[in-house]
């Protein structure tokens, strides 16, 4: 099955810096690459998607960026903001809805903004 | 759009007792939902993809029967935790998807087993 690499665990900023966090992935036939923000005890919310037919995608301050030879996708979020602080989570499917196999998550990082 | 509702939102409750959770979409009928638990400070692991009117699909290492799954209807979906112990205390979270689209979540279910 699907293994998802995630780095760093842990990730502090300076606020108004860029943040990046890295994810690696083992089954070439996954062609989707969903990003999730986490805040303490609620439910992921969904930042940004990539399919594998397109190399890189932003929307305002965040952008990812997908490697498909080096099976590797990215999280860039620029000008970063207190509300930011959260963990995200990368992962990665065949289809967009998780198929008949789901969503295989990255183990998350936890971002810090430092203000 | 794309609302996913999960109740309860928290559960206390003794060792040995099955505890249900529900998890609906609101908004639009959801032909697939799975069901995640999450451990303190881990991520998210797949239990089992539900799909309306069939046997769950259940990963490997979870229990299907102690994790009892129905998927009656394109918007419900419920999870059965049957005799739940300490160790079964975690994070439960369902999401669910229709036609392809992405997988929207609920809010999660916090089961504390004494």
């Known amino acids: 099955g699907e293994n998802v690499e995630q780095h760093p665990s842990t990730l502090s900023v300076q606020e108004g810096d860029s943040a990046v966090i890295k994810c690696t992935y083992s089954?070439?036939?996954?062609?989707?690459f969903p990003w999730y923000k986490q805040e303490l005890g609620k439910r992921p919310q969904l930042i940004i998607d990539i399919r594998s037919n397109v190399g890189e995608k932003k929307d305002q301050r965040i952008a990812v960026t997908l490697n498909k030879t080096a099976k590797h996708f990215s999280l860039h979020i620029t000008e970063t903001q207190p509300e930011d602080s959260a963990v995200y989570f990368c992962a990665a499917s065949m289809v967009p809805g998780g198929g008949a196999d789901g969503l295989t998550f990255g183990k998350g990082t936890h971002l810090i903004i430092q203000p | 759009g794309a609302v996913v509702s999960q109740h309860p939102s928290r559960v206390i409750c003794k060792s040995g007792t099955s505890v249900k959770i529900e998890c609906r979409s609101l908004d639009f009928q959801a032909t697939t939902m799975f069901w995640y638990r999450q451990f303190p400070k881990q991520s998210l692991m797949l239990m089992a993809t539900s799909n309306e009117g069939s046997k769950a699909t259940y990963e490997q290492g979870v229990e299907k029967d102690k994790f009892l799954i129905n998927h009656a209807s394109l918007t419900l979906s419920t999870l059965t935790v049957t005799s739940a112990h300490p160790e079964d205390s975690s994070f439960y979270i369902c999401?669910?998807?229709?036609?392809?689209?992405?997988?929207?979540f609920g809010d999660g279910t916090r089961l504390s087993i004494l």
């Open positions: 999401s669910a998807t229709t036609g392809g689209q992405p997988q929207h």
């Open positions: 089954d070439s036939a996954s062609n989707y």
